[in-house]
């Protein structure tokens, strides 16, 4: 396996428009992340999946933003209606959660796709 | 909530070490990790650090933690041309997500 993938790496779109991420984890891991970064800061959460279920979802997830992970495998980030504000690298990571009374959650990250909304 | 904090650029002559400090707010985070971002690369996982221990040393890198104070720290030996990067402290948070600092810039001069 050569990691997590994610495409596009690069997008540019303009304002108004929807655009779709893809993410590809490491084949064996359970958890999959998205984080969002701009330019001069570090990752923020977005939001997580264990296998297919959406566990938890930032505040920072406005209602245009839509994730999935069907059938656990790869994830898609939608952004509807897309703002400048929105311009960031979006960051994908996967982990493999171990089970109960295993606190280590080793996430590992893709390259990132940088979104420009002109 | 959550903010990790970190000094925002280090220039280093190379041979010479480095620090990276980082202070964190959640005591209950069980593990902080040091990632490392190059131009074009995806964030790598350099080390971490388990809230019970205070220090981990491993080849060039030592991490030392004060969970008191909530700081933690980032040696590099040695430091070379290619460990010019942006290094980011993270706290592990509710057991999945992480919290990052803003990054420090690292610059190794000859």
Known sequence: ?118 | GEDVEQSLFLSVREGDSSVINCTYTDSSSTYLYWYKQEPGAGLQLLTYIFSNMDMKQDQRLTVLLNKKDKHLSLRIADTQTGDSAIYFCAESIDDYKLSFGAGTTVTVRA
């Open chain 1, 1 to 118: 396996d050569t990691g997590v993938s994610q495409d596009p790496r690069h997008k540019i779109t303009k304002r108004g428009q929807n655009v779709t991420f893809r993410c590809d984890p490491i084949s064996e891991h359970n958890r999959l992340y998205w984080y969002r970064q701009t330019l001069g800061q570090g990752p923020e959460f977005l939001t997580y999946f264990q296998n297919e279920a959406q566990l938890e979802k930032s505040r920072l997830l406005s209602d245009r933003f839509s994730a999935e992970r069907p059938k656990g495998s790869f994830s898609t980030l939608e952004i509807q209606r897309t703002e400048q504000g929105d311009s960031a690298m979006y960051l994908c990571a996967s982990s493999q959660r171990g089970g109960v009374g295993t606190a280590y959650n080793e996430q590992f990250f893709g390259p990132g796709t940088r979104l420009t909304v002109l």
